[in-house]
């Protein structure tokens, strides 16, 4: 069945509606800039959008040759179709230095400083190549530079949908919901499930890019969750500005009615960047109802970046408070989830998908 798909725009002021449409493939978030030049070694990288509501700085680094010869540098970029605007560079003159060196010796060259631009980009701007123009000003006079940078467009939601729908309850069991989202040029993409008639939720965390360039996660639904109306809610988030869309969906009561097990919940915590080979903890809490669900074990989770498949990284018990953790090393990009297995009088539950950037 064909979704209908709302995409607001979160702002202080409230929400906006923007557009609606089916899903399309997602691209990446990231701008790049190109370009060799006499006063530059290698390649020079940016980061640059166009941004939902308020005005960004965008930023290109490059490395300068023979720093200590330069005395400024200056520069512009121009969008397609729009005035140039002011690049300004963190470059700071060398300030010559008293040395008791050989007036015969010659001076080593200095080493290449790298050197960032900054401006800034509104919603306004258009998205594709934009000129920049970097000027290195030296003792001899002063050349221009050109070079490429690529600008990425607004994030985006173009579909969302939960699998299955309607989500049919079964008694006794744990039904399992997956989401599955299109967004590009985003910096994180989340999600939640939620109910239109009573406060009940399930927060997925962070939903993961596989490579197919979707974004999905998993849940788990208990046979006593309230049926009829619900929502899937996607946040796309990038430098702080974000995107919401919104899918509807439809949750069925259990035949015979609701089984008498307890409900579980399990937090999780991990740091957003490590250093890679370095030792980090997953940690969080394990509920049974609303209190410490005491030396439960539960298993957790481990998929990399850009895969499909979740693998199994082993137990982690919990203590007399609930508490658990576990250690692992940092070895690649990707995301932590955590179980906490059902029984005969207790309920599956999955924790939100949590993201670790090993660099």
Known sequence: MKRRVRLLLATATGAAVLLGGAGLSATGASASAYALADDFTGDASASAYIPLEKDVDATVTLKLKNPDTVTGVTGSIEPPGKSAKTVTFDFTPSTPSTSTASPTATPSPAADKTITGKWTI????????????????????????????????????????????????????????????????????????????????????ELAKESDSYYRGVTYFTDDTTEGA??????????????????????????????????????????????????????????????????????????????KTYKFMGYAKATSTGKYSKTFKGKKDGYFQVKVPGTSKTRTSLSPQEFVDVR
């Open 122 to 205: 509104s919603k306004d701007d258009p998205a594709g190549d934009w000129k920049l123009t970097v000027n290195v000003a030296r003792s001899g006079g002063s050349s221009p530079s050109t070079f490429t940078v690529k600008v990425s467009g607004k994030q985006g939601i173009s579909g969302a949908n939960v699998t299955p729908d309607p989500v049919q309850l079964v008694k006794g069991k744990d039904t399992r919901v997956t989401v599955e989202a299109s967004v590009k040029d985003a910096g994180t993409v989340s999600a939640k499930l939620v109910s239109d008639t009573t406060s009940e939720y399930y927060d997925l965390g």
């Open 230 to 307: 619900w929502t899937l809610e996607v946040y796309a988030t990038r430098g702080g500005q974000t995107l919401k869309g919104e899918a509807s969906f439809s949750v069925v009561a259990p035949t015979g009615g609701a089984s008498k097990k307890t409900k579980t919940r399990v937090t999780i915590s991990a740091p957003n960047k490590v250093n890679k080979g370095r030792a980090f903890k997953v940690y969080g809490k394990v509920y049974r109802g609303t209190k410490a669900y005491k030396n439960k074990i539960v298993e957790v989770y481990f998929k990399t970046k850009g895969t």
